[in-house]
């Protein structure tokens, strides 16, 4: 049961355009979302997180979206740069005891220079 | 600050082996997380460790168990090994149950 799920697993944009990866969600308990990146050969790298409270959180060229009713997360990354083609792994989890993020299976982005 | 090391980088196994990897957490951490990415997946929780007992574990055998020492270091031990354990092993570090992750750059395990 895949309960975060990046239906898109790759994505090209030229560069200087915007990059918007979706993410969808099925457990109505995750409260906390989070954006990974991730190169080859290296481990995940936080990007950026929201809390469920919150419907957008933003961080210099990078903006995380939260549509609750819809279980529907984005990024949005602009101006998108070469150095941003990467993995880039949704991921949720439920606040509280411990912490098991779940992730999705990750989106490829390639950014065209 | 140091960040989280994994070793060794790569292992090849054959079936039915038994294998130990381990993980160094950032420094401050106390919260140790072990994952199982296999090819084309995201990370999958197999367990978390805080201050030297297991706090939570998904969806994994017993086969796969763990240890966290004082310094907050930590093993993951997979016994009886078979094809499918064949992943990247990504182990990560946080300064408490709920706070974000610092991944180190996994164990890439073979099992022949």
């Known amino acids: 049961d895949q309960q975060v799920k990046q239906n898109s697993p790759s994505l090209s944009v030229q560069e200087g355009r915007i990059s918007i990866l979706n993410c969808d969600y099925t457990?109505?308990?995750?409260?906390?979302f989070l954006w990974y990146k991730k190169y080859p050969a290296e481990g995940p790298t936080f990007l950026i997180s929201i809390s469920s409270i919150k419907d957008k959180n933003e961080d210099g060229r990078f903006t995380v979206f939260l549509n609750k009713s819809a279980k529907h997360l984005s990024l949005h990354i602009v101006p998108s740069q070469p150095g941003d083609s990467a993995v880039y792994f949704c991921a949720a989890s439920v606040s509280g005891g411990y912490q098991k993020v779940t992730f999705g299976t990750g989106t490829k982005l390639q950014v065209i220079p | 600050e140091t960040g989280v090391t994994q070793s060794p980088t790569h292992l090849i196994k054959t079936r039915g082996q038994q294998v130990t990897l381990r993980c160094s957490s950032q420094?401050?951490?106390?919260?140790v997380s072990w994952y199982q990415q296999a090819l084309g997946q995201g990370p999958q929780f197999i367990f978390q460790?805080?201050?030297?007992?297991?706090?939570g574990r998904g969806n994994f055998p017993p086969r796969f168990s763990g240890l966290q020492f004082p310094n907050y270091s930590s093993e993951l031990n997979v016994n009886a090994l078979e094809l499918d354990d064949s992943a990247l092993y990504l182990c990560?570090?946080?300064?408490?149950?709920?706070?974000?992750?610092?991944f180190g750059s996994g164990t890439q395990l073979s099992v022949l």
């Open positions: 990560a570090s946080s300064g408490g149950t709920n706070e974000k992750l610092f």
């Open positions: 460790y805080y201050r030297e007992e297991e706090n």
């Open positions: 420094s401050g951490h106390n919260t």
């Open positions: 457990n109505s308990m995750f409260d906390y």
